[in-house]
Structure formats: structure tokens, C-alpha cells
């Protein structure tokens, strides 16, 4: 720790408090049903099981105790604050579901994220995901950015969830909690009546409907006869209706280097089907069949149908969602690890023109010198990009990139 740390933490949170005077946190349903969690600078859960009555408790609290991260209960329970859990008595609980950008395999970490060589007598650092320091082979610390191009990919996914729960699960969308998680991704939580008092095992299944787990293809009217497939009505639902919409666009939209290269075949066959889409298309619609008229088309198709699953389903840890006892960042309160606002978004219309390194950002815009103690890629903040920096390079910059970089971990108060 810098010896400037407790002079940091008493400043921002003060920051903190300021915010929490002037803004009524308000987004929980049933707050006195419910567990709170509250972490501090470095720590996003240092205490569980406290309770609050109604909305103005918690807030006075928010005010009074201004916690660096603030959670809530995904389950409701009749005493929310005793313990052991069994004696909170559980009753029901919420849906939640997490989009993180770090959890999609995207090319842009290896250009922000930032390796730490942990070997004391070498302290290298540079941009990527080494495990290794390539100095000493010492093991690293990564430390994770994020960009435009992989928090938009959270929210398509997020975007993507919302219209898979509301078409295929007729789930009341006005019950529907979307926030941007304050730092990396997305959380969407689902506290429609009918869902909240399922199992265990029931939230798994639907994951696993989700998550497109065990799909048998026949039974979703793919069935191979005399070498030919069979598919759905095009008026289908569900999966069915989702494998169409994509066998669709993969035929209307690939290339003859598309087709060979995601469907290992040769560019002779791939042409072939290239120049027959229209027929393909055709028999689609009106026949219900995948052309055949080359050979291996089944073996072909099959692949197709396996690709077309693999693209719809979504990214979810099934663990996580169907956790009835976790807790979960409480919308509209602040983030500590970035001092952005984990904010609160009313319709999916909203999320599509949320930007994430802007409309979160509530703390002030006089400048304020701090010093780097690692290197940072080149980010934006609101209209303006910043870096990269170097190690040890001190800067005067507003106080939101100031605070961001100093909760990151990656900065102090010079
Ligand atoms: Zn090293
Ligand atoms: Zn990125």
C-alpha cells in the first residue's frame, strides 16, 4: 500500500457520500426481504447479512457508512439478517444473469490487458495475457481493461438473453432489472412472480435450455430421411425457429470461402452451393427440405445445423444463475473498483445506446495530479481518449480518470 492510502481512501469516499447525498438509490424490490453485502477499498464483500427495512434506511446508510460496493440478495428470505442461512428462512428468489466482457475470447484483451511480472527482482510488465513473465518465466498478474469492442459484446449478448427470455419463456419484461455492472459487463436480473420460486434443479434446466444443452435436433423437427433433411416450418418457435433464422442468413450471407473454411469442404462443393442458394433458399421455405443435389449433403448439412446451434447459444456460467443465495451489485450505487455508477437502464432501446465509458461517470472534473505505477493501454473516458502511459509517469488529468485509474489499482495521488 502507497503511504498515501488512507489520505486516497478517506477522499474518494468522501466523493462517494457527496453523490449519495444528492441521489436517492431506489431500484430493489423488496428491500426488507432481502441480504446486503458491503465491501470496502480493494474488497467488493467484506460483510453479508445486513438488513434494511425500507429504501430510506438503506440510503441513510449510504450516506452515513459510504461502502466502496454495494450488493443485494438475489433471494428473498422472511429474516434477512440472521444467521447461519438456514435461519433466514428463503423463500423465493430472482434470476440473475452476468455478461462480463473478460468471459468472451475476444482479440482485444491481448491489447489492453496488462501482464505484471510477480518476481520481485524483475517487476517487467507489458500488453497481453502472459502467464510467464518472458524475462525470468517467473508467473504474472494480469491486470484486465476493457474496450468498446468487448463491453459491446456483453451488452449484445445481454440484448440477446432479454429477447430469449421474453420469446421463448413468455416472462413479463417490465419485470426485467438491466444495469451495467460498474466495471466489466452487465447484469440482468428477472423478478417476475412466476419464476421466483423455482428450485435449484429447475433454474438448471433452464440454463440448460439456454445454453442449448443436450438439443435433440430431431425433435426439433431436423430429421434426416433418405439422405435428406427435413426441417421445421418456417412459422416455427423456440429453437427451431432460432436454427432457421440462422441457416438463413449463413446461406444468404457466406461466401464460397465462408462455406469452405467453417464447414471443412472444398471450395469445388463450396461452390456449388454458392451458386445454388437461391434453389436452397427456395426449398427451405416452401418444401421444408435442405437441398441435396451434391454429395455428402447430409453429412454437410448436419454440420451446418451443429454450427448454427453453436453460434445461438449464449455464454452463461449456469453455476452462477442458478445460485439462489448469491448477492449481487445493488443498481444505481457506485462501483469501487472504477467509480463509475453501476447504472440502472430502463428498456433494452436504452441499453443498445448505453455507453458504457460515459453515462456511468458522476464524480467531478477539476485536475488532479497522479502518478502511474503501471503502464495502461491507450482508453476512453466520456469523448476523450487517455494514454497509454508508462510506469512512474506522473499526470494531470479530470478527476473521474484520476479516481478510475487510482481504484484500478494502477495510479496514485501524486
Ligand atoms: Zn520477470
Ligand atoms: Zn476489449
Redesign the pocket.
Given at each position: 500500500m502507497p503511504k498515501n492510502s488512507f489520505f486516497t481512501i478517506n477522499y474518494i469516499r468522501q466523493k462517494f457520500k457527496d453523490f449519495y447525498m444528492q441521489n436517492y438509490v431506489s431500484k430493489i424490490i423488496d428491500v426488507s426481504k432481502r441480504e446486503f453485502g458491503i465491501g470496502d477499498f480493494g474488497k467488493k464483500i467484506s460483510s453479508r447479512h445486513l438488513f434494511f427495512k425500507n429504501l430510506d434506511d438503506f440510503n441513510k446508510y449510504l450516506v452515513i457508512k459510504t461502502p466502496f460496493f454495494v450488493s443485494y440478495s438475489v433471494g428473498y428470505y422472511k429474516f434477512p439478517d440472521r444467521r447461519p442461512m438456514e435461519n433466514k428462512q428463503w423463500y423465493g428468489a430472482d434470476i440473475v444473469y452476468e455478461f462480463d466482457?473478460d468471459d468472451f475470447d475476444?482479440p482485444?484483451?491481448d491489447k489492453?490487458n496488462v501482464w505484471v511480472c510477480q518476481n520481485p527482482s524483475c517487476q517487467k510488465e507489458g500488453f497481453g495475457n502472459l502467464e510467464r513473465c518472458p524475462y525470468c518465466n517467473f508467473q504474472t498478474k494480469i491486470i484486465q481493461w476493457?474496450?468498446d469492442?468487448?463491453l459491446n459484446k456483453a451488452k449484445e449478448e445481454t440484448i440477446r438473453l432479454i429477447e430469449f427470455l421474453e420469446n421463448d419463456f413468455n416472462l413479463d419484461s417490465s419485470t426485467f432489472i438491466i444495469s451495467f455492472s460498474g466495471s466489466k459487463g452487465y447484469h440482468l436480473r428477472i423478478t417476475d412472480k412466476s419464476i421466483i420460486s423455482l428450485s435449484k434443479s429447475s433454474r438448471l434446466e433452464l440454463m440448460n435450455y439456454i445454453l442449448g444443452n443436450d438439443l435433440n435436433i430431431e425433435k426439433l423437427g431436423f430429421v434426416l430421411e433418405n439422405k435428406t433433411f427435413k426441417t421445421p416450418k418456417i412459422d416455427s418457435n423456440g429453437w427451431s425457429k432460432k436454427i432457421l433464422e440462422k441457416l438463413v442468413e449463413i446461406i444468404s450471407f457466406y461466401d464460397v470461402d465462408l462455406f469452405s473454411k467453417n464447414f471443412n469442404i472444398s471450395k469445388r462443393k463450396a461452390n456449388i452451393i454458392f451458386k445454388n442458394k437461391e434453389v436452397i433458399l427456395k426449398k427451405l421455405y416452401h418444401n421444408n427440405i435442405l437441398w441435396n443435389d451434391f454429395t455428402d449433403a447430409n453429412i454437410f448439412w448436419k454440420d451446418v445445423i451443429n454450427f448454427c446451434v453453436m453460434c445461438i447459444r449464449l455464454k452463461i456460467d449456469p453455476q452462477s444463475s442458478s445460485d439462489i443465495y448469491k448477492i449481487m451489485r445493488v443498481p444505481d450505487t457506485i462501483h469501487g473498483g472504477s467509480g463509475f455508477l453501476s447504472s440502472y437502464i430502463k428498456s433494452v432501446d436504452d441499453l443498445k445506446n448505453f455507453d458504457a465509458f460515459s453515462d456511468p461517470i458522476i464524480l467531478g472534473d477539476s485536475f488532479k495530479k497522479i502518478k502511474l505505477n503501471h503502464i495502461t493501454p491507450k482508453f476512453r473516458l466520456k469523448d476523450q481518449f487517455y494514454g497509454p502511459f508508462e510506469k512512474n509517469q506522473i499526470i494531470e488529468v479530470k478527476e473521474y480518470v484520476a479516481i478510475f485509474l487510482i481504484l484500478k489499482g494502477v495510479a496514485n495521488f501524486e
Open positions: 466482457s475476444l482485444c484483451h489492453h476493457t474496450c469492442v468487448c
